[in-house]
């Protein structure tokens, strides 16, 4: 018997090495304290953020030069980045090759200009500072840009090649407005990316201590009408972004990136808690928490980070206004409120006893039409609460299996489990499948599973359901 276990870890063991999905991230560092220039992260787990290979970091060359924004072709072959530096709106783009690059063995020293352009007019002598870019499936490369003297905010795109590296068709597409303000003295670090579907997600972050981080959207047909210079696209609040604790990051929140996996990436620059952070599925009134770091490597210069993922919709397809739940008399009831909803399918209502084993019972169809929402809808769920449920016979079932298959010897006690287990399991049946145990305890914890239409799945926070009588 033991043999027969061996073989199914060793199987279950080569299975799960299979199909562990791992990233690359690439990484901009600033601080010349430590050596600028760009770093990539092999074997990277979407699921934390945790960075299990090796970090290889560029030559320097142009990278003595600091930039805060850099951004991967679709292909994931080349890296654009623009110059930091001080200009009146002239700026110019730069590729790379992405190392290790099969035709490379060593790593590229410099990048390439492939690009020189001029955003707001030569007339115009306000400072812009490049602080967003990022690249869509399509080949496309977006910048958000700001005025520092105004506070205007500029959006335009190139295309990019990914097979050679070179830039073409630069276009000004207009303003921006955050929330229906046109302009942003504050709209200071950040970046952007765009997911499978041509959403974009922009990141902004007040340039000081303990500043607010903001993570804004922008649909991929809202973003498909800015066509020119007099066009204005209005982004909308996502997510507020919060450390563990639930307050702001002492460093400043620079860079986002999508995993492989729909999960957001984020760059926190500083010495405190400075590294890289990833967005749990847990959003509360539209503040997300981020975890981390899994890397702290240039922390205090970590200035931008970036992927070639491009994932059809984010981890995060629903934003909770409210959970709530209690128990009364004998019933559970559950009801919570969603701000914005994304390709959603379902809710699943899971409890647990103690919060840590939960258990599916019963589903609420989502109200948003074809799974899309960004009104407020409210939900309800109701359950009879003072039964056993099958849980427990299912438990000894799989106690009865494991016993059976330790020892051929335990046949007589696996009888007696599984008539156990059988008996529990028709009690619950028998009375009504409508009933949840809860053997007398005076609480249940509760969690709501959102499910997507591709089957994904991401749980809420966990609360507390207790009786109000």
């Excluded at 700001?146 to 990019?160: D, M, V």
């Excluded at 860079?255 to 959003?283: C, K, R």
């Excluded at 702290?296 to 994932?311: E, V």
């Excluded at 499948?433 to 599973?449: A, C, H, M, P, T």
Aim: net charge negative; hydrophobic share 40%; proline share 3%.
């Amino acid at each position: 018997m033991k043999n027969v276990f061996l073989f199914l870890s060793l199987v279950l063991g080569s299975f799960s090495t299979a199909i562990a999905q791992t990233d690359i991230l690439y990484t901009i560092n600033n601080d010349f304290s430590v050596g600028t220039g760009i770093t990539q992260l092999s074997n990277v787990d979407p699921n934390n953020a945790t960075v299990n290979g090796t970090s290889t970091n560029y030559a320097t060359g142009d990278f003595t030069t600091n930039s805060a924004a850099m951004a991967m072709s679709a292909n994931g072959k080349f890296i654009y980045y623009i110059e930091q530096t001080t200009n009146t709106g002239n700026f110019d783009v730069r590729s790379i090759p992405a190392f290790p690059d099969p035709g490379a063995p060593t790593a590229p020293t410099a990048g390439s200009v492939v690009l020189s352009e001029d955003l707001n007019g030569a007339a115009n002598t306000n400072l812009l500072y490049f602080r967003r870019l990022g690249t869509s499936p399509d080949g496309w490369a977006y910048m958000v840009t700001t005025e520092e003297t105004t506070g205007q905010i500029y959006l335009s795109r190139f295309l990019t090649d990914g097979n050679t590296g070179a830039a073409s068709n630069f276009q000004n597409l207009g303003t921006i407005t955050l929330d229906g303000t046109p302009l942003s003295p504050n709209f200071n670090n950040g970046d952007l990316v765009l997911d499978g579907a041509g959403n974009m997600y922009i990141l902004v972050n007040l340039d000081a201590t303990g500043g607010d981080a903001v993570i804004y959207h922008v649909s991929a047909a809202t973003l498909a009408a800015a066509t020119g210079p007099t066009s204005v696209t209005n982004l909308t609040t996502k997510y507020i972004i919060k450390n563990e604790s639930g307050v702001n990051f002492q460093g400043l929140v620079t860079g986002l990136a999508l995993s492989s996996t729909g999960t957001f990436y984020v760059a926190v620059q500083g010495p405190t808690d400075g590294g890289i952070y990833y967005i749990n599925s847990g959003v509360q009134a539209g503040v997300v928490t981020i975890k981390g770091p899994g890397n702290t490597a240039n922390n205090d210069g970590l200035a931008d980070l970036t992927s070639s993922y491009f994932p059809a919709t984010t981890v995060l397809p629903v934003t909770y206004n409210t959970i709530e739940a209690r128990i009364q008399g004998n019933q559970l009831i559950v009801n919570w409120s969603t701000l914005s909803e994304t390709n959603n399918a379902r809710f699943d209502i899971e409890v647990s006893k103690n919060g840590k084993e939960f258990v599916n019972i019963g589903s609420v169809a989502t109200k948003a039409t074809n799974g899309n929402s960004d009104a407020t809808i409210e939900y309800s769920f109701t359950k009879t609460v003072d039964l056993p449920v099958a849980v427990m016979g299912i438990s000894l079932f799989s106690l009865a299996a494991i016993l059976l298959l330790t020892n051929r010897r335990n046949k007589g006690l696996f009888s007696i489990v599984m008539i156990l287990g059988a008996g529990l399991t028709f009690a619950s049946c028998s009375k009504s499948s409508d009933q949840v145990d809860v053997s007398g305890e005076s609480k249940l914890f509760v969690r709501i599973v959102q499910v997507d239409k591709d089957g994904k799945k991401s749980a809420s926070k966990v609360i507390t359901a207790y009786r109000a009588d």
